[in-house]
């Protein structure tokens, strides 16, 4: 078991699922931290059961915001080397966060992101979703400058020294994007790592919309041309 990384959850009415979910990741890393994101049903209940850091915002804040407490808690903990952030509904693999955290330690880079679209076939990924993703993704190479394939995937690996200063200011699902204009201001090293996402029915039914991931890039374009 790993100590020297950290695994930071978002969760947000996550009930049937999380307590398998982060059962899983505490097998395989010592420091899990579940920031548990205005909650209405027994999500809370079901982290604390499996024993992992369990922070609670009173109210929904958005992904972004419970990623930057989750984070922030991080900064408390001593011996941590990364920090990893997963989703709690089921569809990560730890396989590729093992395989992200080697090509980080390998190549000394700043950020390793995952990819759905490099080297292997996205699994079951609706139709829609997809050609979705590729213009959010051709939208935010252009606004970025950096040239990923994909932009938009939860799972990433950051160093300690970039979490230390990460702040994210997006406290929806808008932060995906600013986390990518985070890395291209500063300049911080990245690769890219295949994984595979496992959709599901039940991932599937609490996705985003395709309304909201035009809002989404609305809003980035917005941040960038009001600096």
Known sequence: MRSDVAVVIPVHNEE?????????????????????DGSTD???????????FLINHPINMGQGAALQTGIEFVRTLPGIR???????DGQHRLVDVARMLAEIE???VDVVLGSRFLDEQPSAMPTAKRWVLKLAI????????????????????????VADALQITMPDMAHA???????????????????????????LAKGQSITNAVNIAFDTLLRKVSR
Do not use: K, M, W
């Open 16 to 36: 049937q699922v999380v307590e398998q979910v982060v059962r899983a990741v505490r097998a395989e890393y010592e420091n899990v931290i579940c920031v548990n």
């Open 177 to 203: 994007s600013e986390i990518v204009d985070i890395i291209a201001t500063h300049h911080y090293s990245y690769r890219e790592v295949p994984v595979q996402i496992a959709y599901t029915e039940y991932s």
């Open 106 to 108: 390998a190549s000394g």
């Open 82 to 88: 990364y920090v990893v952030t997963f989703d709690a």
């Open 42 to 52: 027994g999500s809370a209940a079901a982290v604390a059961r499996t024993g992992a």
């Open 138 to 161: 051709a939208f935010s190479n252009l606004v970025s400058g950096l040239r990923l394939t994909d932009t938009h995937n939860g799972l990433r690996v950051f160093t300690r020294r």
